[in-house]
């Protein structure tokens, strides 16, 4: 989202605090998410079908992402970083219990600061990666939106794998 917001303010041609519309909707569903809709999946269903939710969830907010930009809709992009969030707060549901129970109680801390200290790297090395690769040379251009909308399509080409690697992976016993 640091990376987007100032793209998308140049190229929609947005005020910054407009832009913070995109922020809003990507936390919005972080708030709403796990206490409703995602929690409730965990409990009904387990581990395996809410990973694979958040994962579909997470997968059509990136699908949505490109007619967000054919269209040049800013409602589109805070719409679609709705259902991304709604999809990552999802899987996150799930993430932090299965990891705690997934092996021997004594060392479930260990475990999940190591997945916490892996979440902090890639929070940090990922803006940096986005404004030095993706966008280095394109940020105030019509291909920096074409590189958003590639970028967000690898995504949701990756979620669709991992969603069949989870739906043939037998999960474990717990």
């Not at 970083?81 to 899987?91: D, E, H, I, K, Q």
């Not at 291909?143 to 080409?157: D, E, H, I, M, S």
Request: overall charge positive.
């Amino acid at each position: 989202l640091d990376v987007l917001n100032p793209h998308f303010q140049k190229t929609l041609n947005i005020t910054p605090s407009k832009s913070s519309g995109l922020s809003a909707a990507y936390f919005g569903a972080y708030f709403l998410c796990p206490p409703t809709i995602s929690g409730w999946i965990l409990r009904k269903w387990g581990f395996r079908v809410t990973f694979i939710t958040g994962l579909a969830v997470l997968s059509v907010g990136s699908l949505l992402m490109w007619p967000s930009g054919v269209k040049h809709s800013f409602g589109g992009f805070c719409g679609s970083m709705f259902v991304v969030g709604a999809g990552l707060a999802t899987l996150e549901t799930a993430a932090d219990p299965f990891l705690s129970i997934c092996g021997p109680p004594r060392y479930s801390e260990i475990r999940l600061n190591l997945a916490q200290a892996f979440q902090a790297v890639g929070s940090f090395v990922a803006p940096l990666l986005a404004s030095r690769v993706f966008f280095a040379k394109t940020v105030d251009t019509a291909q920096g939106l074409k590189n958003v909308q590639w970028t967000y399509l690898g995504v949701a080409c990756f979620d669709g794998l991992l969603i069949i690697l989870f739906f043939l992976a037998p999960m474990p016993e717990i």
